[in-house]
């Protein structure tokens, strides 16, 4: 992609050099950087990687709630073959519905946000605003709302149901019986719902910061909009987009609440077998292998991706 | 609550409690709790023996901390918000009551609460109000304080004699009733013919994909093993798990949208749902909005529980407590929360004072049972962690796939 490299090296003439030629401030010591990052390692190290490592541990428990656990050197890593066999369909159908409302979010987001930052004039606050409007409501409130409007007799599954458009979601399985409540679908539209300011926000960051002249730029060498926002403004936003899926995918890959409410027996994803072993069952070394094949699971798929995706491109 | 026994009003041996859940709130309570339990877990899974009792703090600090379930007291008609026998008791005593609503599932709870129980902590809370299984639970274990029965003399003079001697706690050594009730079928009569029975519920075709059932096991698969002939005060390893075959079956054939714990209501209110198992004070209080929502005793039995008051080991306003419980338990107040709650009542003496408050409700079988009433019911045998744990792991199988 020729234009790629032009536009990567006007991209980098925007920036102010940094680096080891920056001259360092006065009374500044070696010592500075360390400073500023101990609170947050601190914070990483009690809240995050001591944790982590009691989940692994207890993961490896033998024993019952009741009896008490025990750990016996090498660990009962039974429990992680056991927990898989028995819930791969739920890891499987939380990935696949993570990534449906990702891109649904995508989808969503992508216009709104190059609305907001590049065409919104005046009103740009006020759509930012009420992009996040709905967290100031809690988030088991609004899904419950969404029991509200998609119930049987309501409004939009009447109509839907009129229009046929159920039968042809009935046939392509992500309904049930003329219903949208307590299907897949539901559990899906759910997802996007809930973590759609997630993907807006970052996009929006990006674009907003896009400089709008190399679009002048691109549309003065003969560009079409069409190429110009293929090739100038969706490599631009790319750290956005790449940013948004993240804080999509993660945490609805995660999320128990919408199969909780919105969904059906039929259709669980794992936080919910996370959370029935934690609380119903109370078998904490299963539930603790699940989360943490979880966790495993999300990095390694992050990982992959943000390689894919190109690290340097995420400011 | 303690339960009617098949035979003779509450109170055989092996009464056991349904829980409620409440899930929509127990999700909220559970996303936080789910990131802490490993961390906690490791600090104390052993179960360790109890330390001795902290100071009671009830002649410094008039107050004293109450949990317990949703919608299980009674309201100010004009302001939700409001209690007025908690206000009244406040006037009374001068103590004041920090009430929370965060009990939505016992089993939940329990499982919350047990690293600071086993750690001998205090759990900020003087008063719980576990089902009688769990309640039985934490008795075992000794998470629990026995009661002070010289400060409880309403209790003494009122609670019901069926009530008095369970098998899980002889003469009530550690625990009171706070109401009992039932499960059942609940229908819209606008929007369905009548269901009678559990096996109408979970195959009749015109209900398909509109029935919704109640995520415990102990409401569910109990009354599915009732309506299969079995006496669930002494059912088999072998009955339970062809009584939860049937569910499966159910929710394979897409009869089953959804397991719930209270929010069935919405669903119901909302059309979702025509017809599901329900708790008889829920369905009661549906009524003045929506005066179809009909409660039935399914054809063969309906389950009686109840949810009992403990004090945990370490509280520090025991004293408070005790005055609480006591309270609760003058026949004035029993009144004013069942007027409500429209559960059973334990108190005696709750029933005359009804004719004051509501004269329709003094004659309601679901506030006070008559004989022919609690003829339907059928309380279900206790079983121990291991069984617990097993029939846990065979229904949520169910519960979620």
Redesign the interface.
């Known amino acids: 992609m020729s234009g790629g490299a032009v536009l990567a090296t006007s991209v980098e003439q925007q920036e102010p050099r940094r680096g080891p030629d920056l001259p360092r401030a006065v009374g500044t010591s070696r010592a500075t950087p360390y400073l500023l990052l101990s609170p947050g390692m601190l914070w990483l190290a009690v809240f995050f990687v001591?944790?982590t490592l009691?989940?692994l541990?207890?993961s490896l428990?033998t024993?019952?709630?009741?009896?008490?656990?025990?750990f016996e050197f090498p660990g009962h890593w039974a429990t992680y073959s056991n927990a898989l066999t028995e819930y791969w369909?739920?890891f499987l159908r939380s990935f696949l519905f993570a990534g449906l409302a990702t891109v649904f979010c995508l989808v969503l987001a992508y216009p709104l946000a190059y609305f907001i930052a590049l065409r919104s004039g005046a009103w740009k606050s006020t759509l930012l605003v009420l992009v996040i409007a709905p967290f100031f409501t809690?988030?088991?409130i609004r899904t419950?709302a969404w029991?509200?409007i998609l119930?049987?007799?309501?409004a939009v599954v009447r109509t839907l149901n009129s229009l046929h458009i159920t039968d042809l979601l009935t046939w392509l399985h992500l309904t049930?019986?003329?219903?949208i409540?307590?299907t897949p679908l539901a559990v899906v539209l759910g997802l996007t719902y809930n973590f759609l300011p997630f993907m807006v926000l970052p996009i929006y960051a990006s674009l907003d910061r896009m400089d709008g002249r190399l679009v002048e730029a691109a549309q003065d060498l003969y560009a079409s909009s069409w190429a110009a926002l293929r090739k100038v403004t969706w490599p631009l936003s790319l750290p956005g987009v790449v940013a948004g899926t993240l804080l999509t995918f993660i945490p609805a890959a995660g999320d128990?609440?919408n199969a909780?409410?919105l969904?059906?027996?039929?259709v669980?994803m794992i936080g919910?077998?996370?959370?029935?072993?934690?609380?119903?069952?109370?078998?904490?070394p299963t539930?603790?292998a699940l989360?943490f094949v979880l966790m495993l699971a999300i990095i390694s798929m992050v990982f992959f991706y943000v390689r894919r995706a190109g690290t340097e491109e995420l400011v | 609550m303690t339960m009617a026994s098949r035979t003779g009003i509450f109170g055989e041996p092996g009464p056991r409690g349904m829980s409620r859940r409440r899930?929509?709130?127990a999700?909220?309570a559970?996303?936080g709790?789910?990131?802490l339990?490993?961390?906690m877990?490791?600090c104390g899974?052993?179960?360790t023996a109890s330390s001795s009792l902290a100071p009671d703090l009830s002649d410094t600090e008039h107050v004293v901390n109450f949990s317990n379930w949703q919608l299980y007291i009674d309201v100010d008609e004009n302001d939700a918000t409001k209690h007025p026998t908690l206000d009244g008791f406040t006037q009374k005593t001068g103590i004041t009551v920090n009430y929370s609503e965060d009990i939505d599932?016992a089993?939940?709870f329990s499982?919350?609460l047990?690293p600071t129980f086993k750690a001998g902590q205090d759990t900020g809370r003087d008063i719980l109000v576990p089902t009688e299984e769990v309640g039985t639970k934490w008795i075992r274990a000794g998470f629990v304080e026995k009661l002070d029965k010289a400060l409880l003399p309403n209790v003494t003079a009122n609670l019901l004699d069926s009530l008095r001697n369970p098998a899980w706690d002889p003469d009530r050594v550690y625990t009171v009733p706070w109401q009992t009730g039932c499960t059942g079928i609940a229908f819209d009569s606008s929007k369905t013919k009548p269901v009678n029975t559990i096996t109408e519920l979970l195959t009749r075709p015109d209900l398909?994909?509109?029935v919704a059932l109640i995520r415990d096991w102990r409401d569910t698969v109990c009354l599915v093993m009732l309506e299969m002939g079995v006496d669930i005060g002494t059912y088999t390893d072998d009955q339970f798990m062809a009584a939860v075959e049937v569910v499966q079956k159910a929710?394979?054939s897409?009869q089953?949208?959804?397991?719930t714990g209270n929010?069935y209501t919405?669903?119901l209110v909302?059309?979702?749902v025509h017809a599901c198992l329900a708790w008889s004070g829920d369905i009661v209080q549906l009524q003045y909005d929506a005066p179809g929502m009909t409660y039935v005793p399914p054809e063969s039995g309906q389950l009686i529980w109840g949810d009992t008051m403990v004090i945990p080991e370490q509280a520090q306003h025991r004293k408070n407590a005790h005055e609480l419980i006591n309270y609760y338990y003058d026949p004035a107040v029993a009144a004013r929360v069942s007027a409500t709650v429209q559960y059973i009542c334990p108190v005696k003496g709750a029933q005359s004072e009804m004719e004051k408050i509501d004269p329709t409700l003094v004659d309601n079988p679901l506030i006070f049972p008559d004989a022919a009433f609690l003829a339907t019911t059928h309380t279900s045998r206790l079983v121990d962690?291991?069984t617990q744990?097993r029939y846990?792991?065979a229904?949520?199988k169910?519960?979620?796939?």
């Open positions: 001591v944790p009691m989940l541990v207890t428990y024993g019952s709630l009741d009896q008490g656990y025990t369909p739920q809690s988030f088991l419950l029991k509200t119930a049987d007799d309501g049930e019986a003329d219903r409540l307590n128990y609440i909780e409410l969904g059906t027996a039929k669980s919910n077998v996370i959370q029935d072993q934690f609380f119903v069952v109370t078998d904490y539930a603790s989360s | 899930l929509l709130a999700g909220a559970s996303a709790a789910l990131t339990a490993p961390l877990t490791a899974t052993k179960p599932d089993d939940v499982a919350k047990m398909h994909g509109k929710v394979d897409g089953v949208r959804a397991f929010n919405e669903l909302n059309g979702s962690e291991a744990a846990a792991d229904w949520t169910v519960t979620g796939t």
